[in-house]
Antibody, heavy 121, light 108 residues
């Protein structure tokens, strides 16, 4: 079955660090663009980062310099290293597979169930 | 930065047609897509590349994109279509994904 399973969410103090994981099954992470999208409680979708293994990484301005996206191809897993966390980073973090032309057409065709990150101030 | 604007809410009677708009500067020059999200669930892609429908999405969902506005149309709306809907595009200027603020569709 093709699916994504996030883990690593937790309650953490402001200024702390956390690493989220997203285990993929049924397809290969290294052959796809992958992304993280978050959703604060009661709010809309907020894009975080997009990545292609061995290629470019893109970040939202709000997380640039604090978050790093990466993958471990041997584990078929995507990661999001989050440093210098702030209260406004509190959200459910979704992992998503990206489709498109790699130029100006990107969309998310497969989503995980999400993992909750709560940053206390 | 590039912004996509959606109406906060849209209401429709069962069986009627619901239209949800997404506005952005020259959005028609980019590809737009749409997601449906029901309470407590992950988003689901319902329209991609302006007008394409993924496998398993009912034919009553359709999309268009021209000028500054992309539109998601749900024909013969059913109670199960009640959800939040988000548009999304790629901002080539900043090399980033942009989401609209979301529209809550209520089936009366």
């Amino acid at each position: 079955e093709v699916q994504l399973l996030e883990s690593g969410g937790n309650l953490i103090q402001s200024g702390g660090s956390l690493r989220l994981s997203c285990a993929a099954s049924g397809f290969t992470v290294s052959s796809n663009y992958m992304s993280w999208v978050r959703q604060a409680p009661g709010k809309g979708l907020d894009w975080v980062s997009l990545f292609y293994s061995g290629g470019s990484s893109y970040y939202a301005d709000s997380v640039k310099g604090r978050f790093t996206i990466s993958s471990d191809n041997s584990k078929n897993t995507l990661y999001l290293q989050m440093n210098s966390l702030r209260a406004e980073d509190t959200a459910v973090y979704y992992c998503a597979r990206v489709r498109g032309d790699g130029y100006n057409n990107y969309y998310f065709d497969l989503w995980g169930r999400g993992t909750l990150v709560t940053v206390s101030s | 930065s590039y912004e996509l604007t959606q109406p906060p809410s849209v209401s429709v009677y069962p069986g009627q047609t619901a239209s949800i708009t997404c506005s952005g500067d020259k959005l028609g020059d980019e590809y737009a897509c749409w997601y449906q999200q029901k309470p407590g669930q992950s988003p689901v892609l319902v329209i991609y590349q302006d007008t394409s429908r993924p496998s398993g999405i009912p034919e009553r969902f359709s999309g268009s994109n021209s000028g500054n506005t992309a539109t998601l149309t749900i024909s013969g709306t059913q109670a199960m279509d009640e959800a939040d809907y988000y548009c999304q595009a790629w901002d080539t200027t900043t090399a980033g994904v942009v989401f609209g603020g979301g529209t809550k569709l209520t089936v009366l």
